[in-house]
């Protein structure tokens, strides 16, 4: 079965950086693309950016350009999201999506990670 | 961005009623759509693709349509797992969501 299984809880300092991973399983790492999109209590999912599993390009949401990174470790069969300079606003949800498509970069998320819940507070 | 739009934002409703939720965009996006499940706690589902796409194992009762700027998605018989929050996502480049239509029971 395929399966995204993302990192525990994370607990930051604003001005700190967070690193979520996402384990995937039952199927080709490389063949499908990785997104990332959170979501805080009660909104609406917002898109943050993708990663070409295959070759490392990435895209980034023009709202977290140059706060983001995302990674994969493809030995590990696992993508990462890095945000840096946290603060208040960023405490939420964070899910990897795997993209419906090869390496797709605009396509729809079929298989979810579970989320992570990412508190960011002094 | 392209801003996606769903209406209504809460949906009361009843076990076996026909149920249509819209979403619109603030630009053509094609087909380029996909409708989402989510319950409480949970990571969403995706129910259809590519605007009227039933994904793999998702039941025949949802169905999508429209094209464009004007999509609907629509279930046939609601059923008691049926009752959650559904949102869309368009994905003509830079994807964004709705702001999510919650179905609740009447």
């Known amino acids: 079965q395929v399966h995204l299984v993302q990192s525990g809880a994370e607990v930051k300092k604003p001005g700190a950086s967070v690193k979520v991973s996402c384990k995937a399983s039952g199927y080709t790492f490389t063949n499908y693309a990785m997104h990332w999109v959170r979501q805080a209590p009660g909104q609406r999912l917002e898109w943050m950016g993708w990663?070409?599993?295959?070759?490392?390009?990435?895209k980034y949401s023009q709202k977290f350009q140059g706060r983001v990174t995302i990674t994969r470790d493809t030995t590990a069969s696992t993508a990462y999201m890095e945000l840096s300079s946290l603060r208040s606003e960023d405490t939420t949800i964070y899910y990897c999506?795997?993209?419906?498509?090869?390496?797709?970069?605009?396509?729809?998320?079929?298989?979810w990670g579970q989320g992570t819940v990412v508190t960011v507070s002094s | 961005d392209i801003q996606m739009t769903q209406s209504p934002s809460t949906l009361s409703a009843s076990v076996g009623d026909r149920v249509t939720i819209t979403c619109r965009a603030s630009?053509?996006?094609?087909?380029?759509l996909a409708w989402y499940q989510q319950k409480p706690g949970k990571a969403p589902k995706l129910l259809i693709y590519k605007a009227s796409s039933l994904e793999s194992g998702v039941p025949s009762r949802f169905s999508g349509s429209g094209s464009g700027t004007e999509f609907t998605l629509t279930i046939s018989s609601l059923q008691p797992d049926d009752f959650a929050t559904y949102y869309c996502?368009?994905?003509?480049?830079?994807?964004?969501f709705g702001q999510g239509t919650k179905v609740e029971i009447k």
């Open positions: 990663i070409n599993v295959g070759n490392g390009n990435t």
């Open positions: 996502q368009q994905y003509n480049g830079y994807s964004t």
């Open positions: 999506a795997r993209g419906r498509g090869s390496n797709c970069f605009a396509c729809a998320f079929d298989i």
């Open positions: 630009q053509s996006i094609n087909s380029w």
